[in-house]
């Protein structure tokens, strides 16, 4: 098996792990998995991106959330993997980049006016380990934001916990916002056949 395959089947397995959990959340908190997006940006092109987990509450807001397998380490302000390979980029960092193109996508759909009060966010999640030592105060302003193992026996708590930090006055979304949301995250699509037949 080679490195590849046995990362990316550390990651499916991390994933299965939190989704196993989330999915005991009540209503009406909403999870969606897995979310590609591409976005076009003139004389910039195309941009895609992934986002592992994104949760949201119309009374809290939108999390987008990167999940990591195992344990990692910083160096110097560097993320390295448990196997001490260099990270291309933080957790974090992936977990933003993937939040701003998710806000873009809103923009794009409702108004920079509409988007700009509503609560949108991210985080990390290590499910596999307890984080040990000092949190990286550049990426994650509070522990609320760093979700590990400890997180996985209660996450609503600590979802509510991330919200009290991120948004402690943080609006409803709307039923037109919800919508819009909803539309962009799982979509009802339907590819049809023209009635007209053309010779």
Not at 141 to 159: G, Q, W, Y
Not at 161 to 180: C, F, G, M, T
């Amino acid at each position: 098996m080679t490195s590849d395959t046995q990362a990316i089947n550390a990651g499916r397995r991390a994933e299965n792990i939190v989704l196993t959990v989330l999915e005991k959340l009540p209503e009406p908190w909403q999870v969606f998995h897995t979310l590609e997006w591409r976005t076009v940006h003139e004389n910039l092109g195309e941009k895609i991106g992934e986002a592992d987990v994104v949760i949201f509450h119309p009374f809290y807001g939108l999390l987008i959330m990167e999940i990591k397998a195992g344990a990692v380490n910083i160096r110097e302000g560097v993320w390295y993997y448990e196997s001490g390979n260099l990270m291309k980029q933080s957790p974090f960092a992936q977990a933003r980049r993937n939040r701003y193109a998710l806000t873009e996508k809103l923009q794009n759909r409702l108004s920079k006016g509409e988007v700009n009060p509503l609560a949108i966010t991210h985080a990390v999640w290590f499910p596999e380990i307890n984080w040990i030592g000092p949190l990286p105060s550049a990426d994650a302003p509070s522990h609320a934001f760093l979700f590990d193992r400890s997180s996985l026996a209660n996450p609503e708590a600590a979802l509510i916990k991330l919200w009290e930090d991120a948004a402690p006055n943080a609006v409803k979304w709307s039923p037109h916002q919800q919508r819009i949301l909803k539309e962009i995250l799982a979509p009802d699509c339907h590819g049809g056949f023209n009635s007209e037949v053309q010779s």
